[in-house]
């Protein structure tokens, strides 16, 4: 090769153009012992089968806490389902063997207003046309009898059921609803036994204090039946049990009054 003589490349063949040289693999850098290593030409090659099976298990767990937490959403909505089912909304009693269905009832009351027991002697009006007493019937009707100037009424005993002080309450039926809840012909009577939930529709206040009256038998409706209804047992120094009505879930087993006293004063 003389100076001055231009020389093609090499790669290049004569009379044609340059050739690109080959590239080399990526080097893998890992250490591993060997020092710098072609990498696998599959980026996308599998895990091993220990990582499989290590994704798959922790796959697995995932789903089966899913189920869990829903079964457990599932259960969570069928208690509360049960609970509204087997409590009056509005007054808070137990009830089963519903009569009125709950949804009709509650339309109901959306413009009504509930008169608690104790608030019946000063809240209760004589015109009212959106008042509603519930209470729980504590004792078989009393018979028809005189009242005055040839009026005829029937009384019924009605009980909050609060569990720490359950208040009692009279209900006179005069009129249609006395023959209709209170007659033993009456088609209402075989409604009528104790532990029957009976809600009273814009009830009027009664000669004796702290009582309400009714003379249409639409006013007085049956929603169903009470189960924590009970009457206690306790035995006083007549002989007699006492037999007033309490809550079974106040838990205490007899009425509040005896409650509160030991053993020993109740078995005096």
């Known amino acids: 090769?003389?100076?001055?003589?231009?020389?093609?490349?090499?790669?290049?063949?004569?009379?044609?153009?340059?050739?690109?040289?080959?590239?080399?693999?990526?080097?893998?850098?890992?250490?591993?012992?060997?020092?710098a290593r072609p990498a696998a030409a599959d980026s996308g090659a599998d895990a091993p089968p220990a990582e499989q099976g290590k994704e798959e298990r922790r796959k697995a767990m995932l789903a089966l806490m899913a189920k869990k937490r829903e079964a457990r959403r599932r259960d969570a909505d069928e208690r509360r389902a049960s609970e509204e089912e087997s409590r009056e909304h509005w007054s808070g009693l137990r009830i089963s063997d519903r009569v009125v269905r709950r949804e009709k009832w509650d339309a109901c009351m959306r413009s009504k207003d509930l008169l608690p027991f104790h608030k019946i002697s000063t809240s209760l009006k004589r015109d009212a046309t959106d008042q509603v007493v519930i209470g729980v019937l504590c004792a078989p009707p009393v018979l028809p009898r005189a009242a005055g100037a040839a009026e005829s009424c029937a009384e019924l005993a009605l009980t909050d059921l609060d569990p720490r002080a359950p208040q009692s309450l009279a209900l006179f039926l005069y009129g249609r609803a006395m023959e209709h809840w209170a007659s033993p012909t009456g088609?209402?009577?075989?409604?009528?036994?104790?532990?029957?939930?009976?809600?009273?529709?814009?009830?009027?206040?009664?000669?004796?204090?702290?009582?309400?009256?009714?003379?249409?038998?639409?006013?007085?409706?049956?929603?169903?039946?009470?189960?924590?209804l009970r009457f206690c047992d306790v035995t006083g120094r007549d002989g007699l049990e006492c037999r007033l009505p309490y809550s079974a879930e106040g838990g205490a087993g007899v009425c509040p009054m005896h409650a509160k006293m030991s053993h020993g004063e109740r078995a005096a």
């Open 1 to 35: 090769r003389g100076p001055g003589r231009w020389h093609a490349p090499a790669g290049q063949r004569a009379g044609g153009m340059a050739q690109p040289l080959p590239a080399a693999p990526p080097m893998d850098r890992s250490a591993d012992g060997d020092g």
């Open 187 to 228: 088609e209402g009577r075989p409604l009528c036994t104790p532990g029957a939930i009976l809600a009273v529709l814009n009830p009027r206040p009664a000669r004796r204090a702290g009582a309400i009256c009714a003379s249409f038998d639409t006013q007085v409706i049956k929603l169903g039946t009470c189960p924590s």
